[in-house]
């Protein structure tokens, strides 16, 4: 687990670029640094050991020496791989996972990827073809960025080892502002820096020649739903899929930790992990308040004689840390759940250099509560002629008072605009009212119609998933993960986010993952028979806070007022809407999450565009947690 920084054809850059550059990200990897360079291409490593401690540096060269390799992550079949290079004549010199890509890529070339399985993002340059070829795993669980403006190509996996270099033009791309305050994130290669694109899940990417190319080799899809599968049956492969994945994701030269909290995906990991050797897991949780998960998830890891650490935090906690979390975010992320993630990583990190974790159970077997929606509009669309949802659709939207308004508006609506991922934080409406120049106002259905397209001919329910494995999975729930783990040099695993598990969830029907009265059934069957029934068949609560009560309190409310007046406030919406909001939620209509998307918009551009502000500027947010 490890950070990677690069760049070519840049001989005017001073020799010292690619060591501020690996500085930046030096909290990926604080083991080790290493650095490469020729002519043609400069590279730069850091690395966070856990398998073969002794060796496995990078950047790491194939027997020949043409082709050089900076890999962050793990290849959980990497042994099977071996074994086949080896019988094709290949030699190692180490017992690294990373040896098998550059000796596989020498002897498959981009067909490579179709024997990983893991988490993965891996740059090799090849010195004969001054050729760079980068490629990033399935689903997206480890990042991969470039940056291409014609003249200057650099990659990374952060964007901020791009400030460190004299030829990066950092610019604001205002224009995805309103994608991101409909979503929270922005889905799609496109980053909020201009030229700073992200590499897809699933893709590669080929530089030669000034020119970048980019290919899909792998896309999540549903064209082998078998509808003959049942509950029962699904539940028995799943126990086995579970059980194999946690199995490969244990492999490390280190102590493996769990996180816990009180729900069926985390303990489920755990209680697999316990069967193979003891694992300590770390929960987090509020002193004194309601949406401590503390009592749950302790009194869990004792039924199966497993150690449990408790990690607190506080308001203030959750407040200081903010702008040093959208510096390590790279991009502005509005998930409140991520300062809970910084705090349990940290934690966790003072006793283990690795933990898994249940991110990825609900994308692919069905646990959220929103897909329950299809039911009624299923049927409203069956039993309601199109012109005739359309015509009460209109009226609805008149009536403001009216109580079924909100169904009949929906129920007019295409999924890909009516789906609630889209305009997630803030509808078109809403956009503009808030916005200072609402002429950068655009339709987010449409940024985002390609997905629903891609899957129009499937149910409703199923055409949710696709979306959010596209979408919330990459883009906001991994995305965090890795962020926020890796800013306290913690590896973090998610044995449900995999090849073979996903392969698996593709073939379930509906009737497998979802019915009226309960989510993901079929794995919540599977975990009945391992977990005591109060775990398996309880409710999702994702990872609850006080946030929405630490608003309406001092001191945090009168930080959130001085963002909202602030020069960045100013700048980019009408601070009077902002305002409006603000009392709005403190008068008890809730506006949690939209006070909040502005917020942390606010201290992630006065982070990383101080010019424009009167804030701390980035070098001071990052030596102040260096």
């Known amino acids: 687990m490890c950070g990677f920084v690069g760049y070519v054809n840049q001989k005017d850059v001073p020799t010292t670029t690619i060591n501020a550059m690996a500085d ?40 020949d020496q043409t082709k050089v390799l900076t890999f962050n992550g793990e290849i959980y079949n990497y042994q099977e791989i071996r074994a086949e290079l080896q019988k094709m004549g290949y030699k190692f010199q180490t017992e690294v996972d990373s040896e098998v890509l550059i000796h596989g890529y020498d002897a498959w070339g981009p067909d490579l990827l179709g024997h990983l399985r893991g988490m993965y993002a891996f740059v090799i340059y090849d010195s004969v073809t001054n050729e760079v070829f980068g490629a ?41 502002l309103p994608i991101h305050l409909s979503f929270e994130f922005i889905p799609s290669r496109d980053t909020m820096f201009k030229n700073v694109y992200k590499l897809l899940p699933g893709q590669y990417f080929l530089h030669k020649d000034g020119k970048t190319e980019t290919h899909r080799y792998f896309k999540f899809n549903y064209d082998h739903i078998d509808n003959s599968q049942t509950v029962e049956g699904d539940a028995e492969k799943i126990r086995g899929i579970v059980d194999e994945s946690v199995k490969a994701h244990m492999i490390a030269d280190v102590e493996v930790g769990s996180f816990l909290s009180s729900g069926i995906d985390s303990s489920y990991v755990l209680n697999e992990a316990s069967k193979l050797k003891p694992i300590q897991s ?42 040093t979390i959208m510096y390590y975010m790279d991009e502005p992320l509005s998930n409140p759940s991520a300062m809970q993630l910084f705090y349990l990583s940290k ?31 299923e049927r409203y669309q069956k039993w309601v002629a199109k012109p ?52 950068l106002n655009r339709d987010a259905g449409a940024y985002t119609k390609h997905l629903f397209d891609d899957v129009k001919g499937l149910d409703e329910m199923t055409q949710m998933q696709y979306f959010d494995i596209n979408t919330w999975l990459p883009y906001d729930i991994l995305h965090k993960a890795d962020r926020m783990s890796m800013a306290n040099s913690l590896e973090l695993r998610t044995p449900l986010v995999d090849r073979e598990v996903a392969k ?55 930080r959130i007022i001085e963002a909202f007046n602030s ?18 939620h403190i008068n008890g209509k809730s506006s949690m999450q939209k006070i909040f998307t502005i917020y942390t918009f606010i201290l992630w551009y006065e982070v990383y565009f101080p010019e424009d502000t009167t804030a701390k500027t980035i070098d001071q947010v990052h030596l102040t947690q260096a």
């Not at 990033?136 to 003249?151: E, S, W």
């Not at 020069?567 to 009392?583: G, W």
Request: glycine letters at 6%; hydrophobic letters at 35%.
């Open 388 to 439: 005739i949802r359309k015509m009460l659709g209109s009226i609805a939207e008149k009536m403001p008072r009216f109580h079924g308004r909100r169904f009949l508006v929906r129920g007019a609506q295409p999924l890909s605009e009516r789906y609630y991922r889209v305009n997630y934080v803030f509808d078109y409406h809403d956009r503009n009212q808030i916005l200072k120049n609402p002429k």
């Open 567 to 584: 020069d960045v406030a100013h700048k980019f919406f009408n601070t009077e809407a902002l305002m409006d909001i603000l009392n709005e």
């Open 136 to 176: 990033r795993d399935h689903f997206g669980i480890k990042p991969l960025y470039y940056y291409d403006d014609g003249d200057t190509f650099l990659w990374a996996s952060e964007i901020k080892a791009f400030l460190e270099h004299p030829n990066f033009k950092k610019e604001f791309n205002e224009a995805l």
């Open 504 to 558: 698996f969830a593709a073939t379930m029907p509906v009737k497998t993952r979802i019915r009226p009265d309960e989510t993901k059934i079929s794995l919540r069957t599977a975990a009945t028979s391992e977990l005591p029934e109060k775990i398996a068949k309880k409710e999702k609560l994702g990872f609850p806070s006080p946030i929405a009560s630490w608003i309406k309190e001092e001191p945090y409310k009168s």
């Open 347 to 377: 934690g966790t990190r003072k006793a283990v250099k690795v933990a898994l974790s249940g991110e990825g159970a609900d994308e692919f077997f069905g646990g959220y509560n929103t897909y329950l929606e299809a039911i009624p509009f």
């Open 282 to 323: 770390f929960s987090l949780g509020f002193k004194n308040s309601k949406y401590s998960e503390l009592s749950w998830s302790s009194e869990f890891a004792k039924e199966i004689n497993q150690k449990n650490t408790p990690i607190y935090m506080t308001g203030d906690d959750y407040f200081d840390i903010l702008p």
């Open 24 to 63: 930046r990200i030096k909290h990926r990897g604080p083991d080790d640094e290493a650095f490469f360079h020729d002519e043609n291409a400069v590279m730069g490593f850091r690395r966070l050991s856990i398998i073969d401690l002794a060796h496995g540096k990078q950047p790491m060269f194939n027997n």
